[in-house]
């Protein structure tokens, strides 16, 4: 089993960063169960939409971005690979959501589907006033 525990969320005003954290646990083996991590974000109440994705199977791993997020966030893993981060910076209102971590065993053809997923947070919610 893996559990992902997401944290970092708040009310800012536009401009202002932020940064997510989304800590893997699950006992021994959860991280070696991950391959593909990422954070998503709840844009409709049937649309969770990739916002960017890391393998963390690998260092330098391709890094897949949402084209509205590109320049602006940053995704990263800590050296251990139990942490995931999302740096959020320029913040926009239509940045507001909650935002989800995600984690699956295997690989992914298109790591920024929500299909591509077995493994969720509880999500933490983001705002951005104007």
């Known amino acids: 089993q893996v559990e992902l525990l997401e944290s970092g969320g708040g009310s800012v005003q536009a401009g202002d960063s932020l940064r997510l954290s989304c800590v893997v646990s699950?006992?021994?083996?959860?991280?070696?169960?991950?391959?593909?991590m990422a954070w998503f974000r709840q844009v409709s109440e049937d649309e969770r939409e990739g916002v960017a994705a890391?393998?963390?199977?690998?260092?330098?791993?391709?890094?897949p971005y949402a084209d509205s997020v590109k320049g602006r966030f940053t995704i990263s893993l800590d050296n251990t690979k139990t942490t995931l981060y999302l740096q959020m910076n320029n913040l926009k209102p239509e940045d507001s959501a909650m935002y989800y971590c995600?984690?699956?065993?295997?690989?992914?053809?298109?790591?920024?589907?929500?299909?591509?997923?077995?493994?969720w947070g509880q999500g933490t919610q983001v705002t951005v006033s104007s």
């Open positions: 995600g984690a699956n065993g295997r690989g992914a053809a298109y790591p920024l589907r929500r299909d591509e997923y077995n493994y």
């Open positions: 699950g006992g021994s083996g959860a991280i070696d169960r991950t391959k593909w």
């Open positions: 890391i393998y963390s199977a690998v260092d330098d791993s391709v890094t």
